[in-house]
């Protein structure tokens, strides 16, 4: 009897569990969704924000212009970006707004050899009249390893955009959005103004939510053969 209650709750479990990570890939979706509805309306109407008072508030997307103080300072490689088929990095420097917050400004994307020797690109010095759109930082993802790692030449390659990690170590707080510098400006490198290109669309998700159902579906249908043949069997 205790045996059966056992199996039963497993199989229970089993199927909470499948219809849950279904769940959550179309509450991800949706999520993306919004976030692509929302980047269409910024980047249609493209009517500027002055960056220093824009970038105090917490979440979204915003197109902005404003300046920005670029010390030469160590520049942030984000690894494992890709373009297109090829990896590389993303390019960011800490630059300060006229009322002296920090954020992350990124500079665009560089491609990573195959021996994986970095790039080694200038970092920016002086005041510079930048546009472009404020956005959340990449998602962290898994937290696996050290976030920020020291290079020979004094860069800092990110395995993630950790903020708290990166804030503890440049020793400054930094803003809860970046900069991505409008690809029209000629300064950085390769850049665009996708925010899901190292990520799953939509459609991918909920094709994963598919699959997660199909296996629920699956599963109950086996679970209620078996029972069937061993209530046959007694």
Sequence with gaps: MKTGIA???????????????????????DEK???????????RDKEPLELAKAVNTAE??????????FQPEPLLLLDN?????????????????????????????????????????TPLSGTFALRGLLLPPPSMGFSMGPAVTE???????LMRL?????????????AARVLRVDPALEIGFARD????????PPEKHRAYALQWFGLAAAWLILWLYVARRKKHER
Excluded: I, K, M
């Design 7 to 29: 199996l039963l709750l497993l199989v229970l479990l089993v199927e909470a569990l499948l219809l849950r990570l279904g769940f959550w890939q179309l509450a991800r979706a």
């Design 162 to 174: 950790d903020r708290a990690a990166l804030t503890e170590r440049l020793g400054r707080p930094l």
């Design 193 to 200: 103004l996708a925010v899901q290109a190292n990520t799953l």
């Design 33 to 43: 969704q919004g976030q692509l509805a929302a980047l269409h309306g910024v980047l």
């Design 151 to 157: 290079q020979a030449d004094g860069s800092l390659l």
């Design 81 to 121: 970006q890709r373009s297109g088929d090829t990896v590389g990095v993303n390019v960011y420097q800490v630059g300060v707004t006229a009322e002296g917050q920090s954020l992350l400004v990124d500079l665009g994307w560089l491609p990573v050899a195959g021996d994986r020797v970095l790039p080694d690109p």
């Design 60 to 69: 979204g997307f915003a197109w902005v212009n404003g300046q920005v103080r």
